[in-house]
């Protein structure tokens, strides 16, 4: 139960940022969505992990940093946090702003971006968080924090800047009850962070059987 509404905190939190960041459409988003997954990151990771990101959770799994038992109930409780989240911004302000690819790219780019940066973001948790060779280190939610920043800066602009399934989840459900979007886009969403978090946990295996 601990872990889980952490998880769910957490996630909300940071949806929200996303969320009410984009309403105000300040250039600076993307230092404040970082700089709010990096305190979520110190305020659970002792607890949960801090993941507040299925795909994070998939790269735990599959390293063997996360418990099997844990994934599922992981990953409904983000997503619950997320709607939530979402449910919140559209009653403060009116919308969810679901993530959407810019008119320029392809879905190929698209999901090709959420692709790498997400797998950017799950090998630094990966060699952070869950490293016995980096145990203890007081730089993690840093790290983290900062991988997301420059993702938002270097990425956002092209697939729309989820590089997590919940946070793509979230805001497009809830655009959609309220009638000011559509689901078309939520698959890149999915399927770019879900690879990327899974050749992430690959990645790590390698790096750590060097050890």
């Known amino acids: ?64 940093k996360l418990p099997a038992a844990d994934f599922i109930p992981y990953v409904i409780a983000q997503v619950l946090g997320s709607i939530a989240a979402a449910a919140t911004a559209l009653w403060m302000v009116g919308r969810a702003f679901a993530p959407a690819p810019s008119q320029n790219t392809t879905a190929l780019v ?12 799950c090998l630094v948790v990966l060699n952070t968080a869950t ?19 420059v ?3 270097a990425g956002g602009g092209i697939s729309g800047g989820a590089f997590n399934p919940a946070v793509g989840t979230g805001p497009t459900l809830l655009s959609a009850f309220a009638g000011h979007g559509t689901m078309s886009h939520l698959w890149l969403y999915l399927v770019g962070p879900f690879l990327g978090g899974a050749v992430a946990a690959g990645v790590f295996g390698v790096q750590e059987s060097g050890a």
């Open 151 to 153: 993702a938002a800066f």
């Open 1 to 64: 139960m601990q872990k889980t509404l952490t998880e769910f905190i957490g996630t909300y939190f940071l949806v929200l940022t996303v969320c009410l960041s984009m309403a105000g459409s300040s250039i600076l988003a993307p230092i404040a969505i970082g700089a709010s997954l990096m305190i979520m990151v110190y305020m659970g990771g002792h607890i949960s992990g801090g993941h507040y990101n299925p795909a994070v959770s998939l790269a735990a799994l599959l390293s063997r």
């Open 131 to 149: 490293s016995k060779r980096t145990q203890g280190n007081s730089y993690y939610g840093l790290a983290i924090g900062f991988t997301i920043t």
């Open 110 to 121: 698209a999901v090709a971006v959420e692709f790498l940066f997400t797998f950017a973001l």
